[in-house]
């Protein structure tokens, strides 16, 4: 047996014994023996490989549980960024709209005394010829 299965007890020499007494030939049961302490030695896991695993197991979760809070904060902070330059993005939209209605007022003023302006000429014409 290997070092890692030390825990697994398995007497080969009691179970060909065994074998032997109930009538298996002498070369049969040791090769029977020998397959069985090699799936004992290399297959099965002890109570301490277990627990070893369960130990790695448990850590990775931790660590799984760690990078998901990690996860959630940062996203949190990511959405809290997006606020704000999405608010300052809006509050630069609202003061370049106002600033071209302002614009476009100021021009449909000025095209409407143009237009104001031509009118009484064209009556002033008028009411001259007339």
């Known amino acids: 047996m290997n070092d890692k299965n030390m825990a697994v007890a ?3 020499l009691a179970h060909m014994k065994k074998l032997v007494a109930s009538g298996v030939p002498q ?3 040791e090769a029977h023996v020998q397959a069985l302490a090699d799936i004992v030695d290399n297959k099965l896991a002890t109570k301490k490989d277990i627990e070893d695993l369960k130990l790695v197991t448990k ?3 931790e660590d ?3 990078d998901i809070e990690d996860l959630k904060l940062a996203t949190k902070k ?3 960024d997006l606020k704000l330059v999405t608010k300052k993005d809006i509050a630069d939209l609202r003061l370049s709209t106002k600033k071209d209605i302002e614009y476009s007022k100021n ?3 000025l095209s409407m ?5 031509g009118a009484v ?3 002033s014409v008028l009411m001259k010829i007339l």
Do not use: C, P
């Open 10 to 12: 398995f007497d080969t």
């Open 121 to 123: 000429v064209i009556l």
């Open 78 to 80: 990511d959405i809290e």
């Open 107 to 109: 021009e449909l003023k």
């Open 64 to 66: 799984t549980r760690k």
């Open 59 to 61: 850590k990775d979760i």
């Open 27 to 29: 070369l049969q049961a």
């Open 113 to 117: 005394g143009y237009m104001l302006t």
